[in-house]
C-alpha cells in the first residue's frame, strides 16, 4: 500500500541544478531582480535525490515557502545560497565540474549595473534621478554548454516564453534551443498567472536541434519528472 518508491535511475549521478532568480545591486541596499520563486528548480532538486542523485542545489533568492521545500529534499541534496549573477555563476560551475548533468532552471537577470556604489545613492530634491547604466551579464547556460566542464556532462536550460509578433512560445523556444547548444531546453509559458509562483507548469522539452522529444503538464514536480526522464536517456 502507499505511493510506490521512486526508480532510482540517478543512483551514482551528480547533478547541479540552479533555481531561483539573481539580483544584481544598484546600491548596497537596492539591487534589480525578478519574480522566479525557485519552485521548479527546487521540485527538479528533490525529484534527483529521490531518483538516488547527490544533488547541488544552488539557490538564488528563493520565496520564503520554497526555502521551507528544501529541506524535504532529503539528505543527498545540499546546498549553495547566491544572490548576483556572478556568483551563481562561480557556484554552477565549482559544482558543475564533477556533475554528470547540470539544470539551468534559474532565472538570471541578463543585464547588471555597470558599477555598484559602496555608498548608498542618494536622491537630491528637485533634481530627476540619474539613469542607470547596465552591461549585459554571461550566459551561464551557453558557456556550460560550449565549455562542458566534464565529458559527457548533459546540460539543460529552461526558455521562459510569453510569445509576440513575431513568434509562438514554441518558435522562440525552438530558437533559444539552437542558439545556446544545450543537450535539452525546457520550453514554458511565463506570464498572466502562469509559470511565475505557482505551482502548475506546462513545458516542452526540445533537444538541441528544436526538435520535440517530451511534453509535461501538471505539477512543477510532475514536470520535474518528465524532465529527468528525458536526461536519463542521455546519460552514458
Ligand atoms: N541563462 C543563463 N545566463 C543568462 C541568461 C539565461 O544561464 N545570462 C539561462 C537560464 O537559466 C535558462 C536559459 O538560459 O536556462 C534561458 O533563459 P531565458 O531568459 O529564457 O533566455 P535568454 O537567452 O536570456 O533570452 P531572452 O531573455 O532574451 O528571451
Ligand atoms: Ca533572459
Redesign the pocket.
Known amino acids: 500500500p502507499g505511493t510506490p518508491a521512486p526508480v532510482r535511475d540517478l543512483a551514482g549521478r551528480r547533478v547541479v541544478v540552479?533555481a531561483g532568480g539573481t539580483r544584481e545591486p544598484i546600491d548596497p541596499v537596492r539591487f534589480i531582480g525578478n519574480r522566479s520563486s525557485g519552485r521548479q528548480g527546487v521540485a527538479l532538486a528533490q525529484a534527483a535525490a529521490e531518483r538516488g542523485a547527490v544533488v547541488t542545489l544552488v539557490a538564488a533568492n528563493l520565496a520564503q515557502d520554497v526555502t521551507a521545500l528544501v529541506e524535504q529534499a532529503g539528505v543527498s541534496c545540499s546546498v549553495v545560497r547566491v544572490e548576483s549573477?556572478a556568483e551563481l555563476r562561480e557556484a554552477v560551475r565549482a559544482a558543475g565540474a564533477d556533475a554528470d548533468v547540470v539544470v539551468?532552471?534559474?532565472?538570471?537577470?541578463?543585464f547588471r549595473p555597470a558599477s555598484t556604489p559602496d555608498a548608498k545613492i542618494k536622491k537630491v530634491p528637485g533634481q530627476g534621478p540619474a539613469p542607470i547604466e547596465l552591461v549585459e551579464?554571461?550566459?551561464?547556460?551557453?558557456e556550460l554548454a560550449h565549455d562542458r566542464l566534464r565529458a559527457g556532462q548533459v546540460v539543460v536550460?529552461?526558455?521562459?516564453?510569453t510569445g509576440d509578433k513575431s513568434g509562438s512560445v514554441l518558435d522562440?523556444g525552438r530558437a533559444?534551443a539552437r542558439?545556446?547548444g544545450a543537450d535539452l531546453i525546457a520550453v514554458n509559458a511565463v506570464g498572466a498567472g502562469r509559470g511565475f509562483g505557482t505551482d502548475a507548469n506546462d513545458v516542452t522539452v526540445l533537444d538541441g536541434s528544436g526538435d520535440v522529444v517530451g511534453q509535461a503538464a501538471g505539477s512543477k514536480r510532475e514536470v520535474a519528472d518528465a524532465l529527468w526522464d528525458a536526461v536519463v536517456k542521455l546519460l552514458p
Not at 539551468?104 to 541578463?110: E, G, R
Not at 551579464?137 to 551557453?142: C, E, R, V
Not at 536550460?157 to 516564453?161: Q, R, T
Open positions: 540552479s549573477t539551468m532552471a534559474a532565472a538570471v537577470a541578463d551579464n554571461p550566459d551561464i547556460l551557453a536550460g529552461f526558455a521562459a516564453e522562440h533559444k542558439r545556446k
